[in-house]
């Protein structure tokens, strides 16, 4: 994970990244922890606040949701776009402050607006996705983003695991009490980061805000003008969507075909976080290094495709257990994917780049628990022309298999320069 040297790079003999690099990584890891720190008491704190039933309690648990997602969708390029120009550094540490701020909000809220301003603020400090993804391509060797970003995707999965552990246990203390923590986590990693954190956009890279290119589309005109990239960005569009079909549906899955209950499927969906962190932490870089990035995605895809399969059709609750090492080293083909496009945008279109696939994935999350969800409906009902729980993972890995399709046809872009 070494820094590159050359002009608009920190030199590796001038720079410690260790200290840097956990920033970041702790910073995706509460941005994934956030989410899932304050599901388990969501339920309870609408219904505290509303006095309303379950039911209702769910609708506007998806408004907020929904708003969350469509913040990250439309403010992920201005972030991107505002640290290209005014730094990582800036960006990263000052999100961070406002989110502390924002759950401080949302644990006195006594009010269901003011929940609803917290998500959507938070879905826009969330964005910083994009930031933390340019940071680490700043600081990386062409031959060595891919496997960097990997280090992301793990810090991601682990929050995904701890979130709702944590926010669980501390659900017993009351329903503030998450939004208390995930305060003084963001709080604290904003004091670490201020002193840690160096500064990567140079003079060489920097590049004028434009709101132009800031806004979703606008970005996305941009980098999709790069050769071949508008492809890429397509594949990984789709892929979101069909990975999704995890977290989307698999509590129901595992409730309709093997009749797990909560305490099952937590452990189960811990496993696959434990998986997927290992793979991405640990074994993507030296998968990479032997075959490559374009084969990686290859072979991602095509495990994607193998695991999706069998889940379609799997009967014995052992054997989707069993299943976890494969579905999880389906996972290198996303920071793979990643590390591609990075090396094909110039090194001042990091972060337009980043914040562009940040929104492009913001959509597919809005998309895909409607779309797995109804499958996974109207192959349960009375009324099914057949039983199937599995056809959620079946439509997966027919998306997949189009995905396989696209990237074999797409040429290898080329490295693009500071403009």
């Not at 379950?54 to 997602?69: E, N, P, Q, S, Y």
């Not at 644990?107 to 929940?115: D, R, S, T, Y």
């Not at 193998?306 to 989707?320: C, D, H, N, R």
Request: proline letters at 6%.
């Amino acid at each position: 994970m070494g820094l590159a040297k050359g002009a608009g790079r920190p030199d590796a003999g001038r720079m410690d990244k260790r200290l840097p690099v956990t920033f970041i990584l702790i910073s995706v890891m509460l941005d994934a922890m956030g989410i899932g720190l304050i599901l388990p008491v969501m339920p309870a704190l609408i219904q505290e606040i509303e006095g309303a039933g379950i039911g209702a309690a769910a609708i506007w648990g998806g408004v907020l949701a929904t708003a969350f997602a469509a913040m990250q969708f439309l403010f992920g390029p201005t972030l991107g776009s505002l640290s290209d120009r005014y730094g990582r550094r800036p960006v990263l540490i000052s999100s961070l402050v406002i989110m502390a701020l924002i759950y401080v909000l949302m644990a006195l809220a006594q009010m269901i607006w003011l929940l609803l301003i917290g998500r959507i603020i938070g879905g826009i400090t969330a964005a910083t996705q994009a930031t933390s993804a340019a940071y680490m391509a700043d600081i990386s060797r062409p031959e060595e983003k891919a496997a960097n970003f990997g280090l992301i995707g793990a810090a991601f999965g682990m929050g995904f695991i701890f979130g709702p552990l944590i926010g669980g246990i501390l659900a017993e203390y009351g329903t503030r009490a998450p939004f208390w923590a995930a305060a003084m986590l963001a709080g604290a990693n904003a004091i670490f980061g201020y002193y840690v954190l160096p500064e990567t956009v140079t003079d060489r890279i920097r590049r004028p805000f434009s709101w132009r290119r800031a806004n979703p589309l606008g970005a996305f005109r941009n980098i999709g003008a790069l050769p071949g990239l508008k492809r890429l960005l397509l594949i990984s569009f789709v892929y979101t969507i069909a990975f999704f079909v995890y977290p989307g549906v698999w509590a129901y899955f595992g409730a309709a075909r093997f009749g797990w209950g909560p305490g099952m499927i937590g452990l189960s969906l811990a496993v696959f976080g434990v998986g997927i962190a290992v793979v991405q932490g640990l074994l993507i870089r030296p998968i990479i290094a032997r075959i490559g990035e374009r084969r990686a995605v290859i072979l991602g895809l095509g495990v994607d495709v193998a695991a999706f399969v069998a889940l379609g059709f799997v009967t014995q609750g052992w054997i989707a257990l069993a299943l976890t090492p494969l579905t999880a080293l389906g996972s290198i083909a996303g920071p793979a994917l990643q590390g591609i496009m990075s090396r094909s945008a110039a090194d001042n279109q990091q972060g337009e780049l980043q914040g562009t696939i940040t929104s492009i994935n913001a959509v597919a999350t809005i998309i895909a628990p409607l779309l797995v969800t109804q499958t996974f409906w109207y192959f349960t009902t009375p009324d099914a022309p057949i039983y199937l729980p599995g056809a959620p993972f079946l439509l997966s890995a027919l998306l997949t298999i189009g995905c396989i399709a696209v990237f074999i046809q797409t040429p290898r872009p080329k490295r693009a320069r500071v403009t």
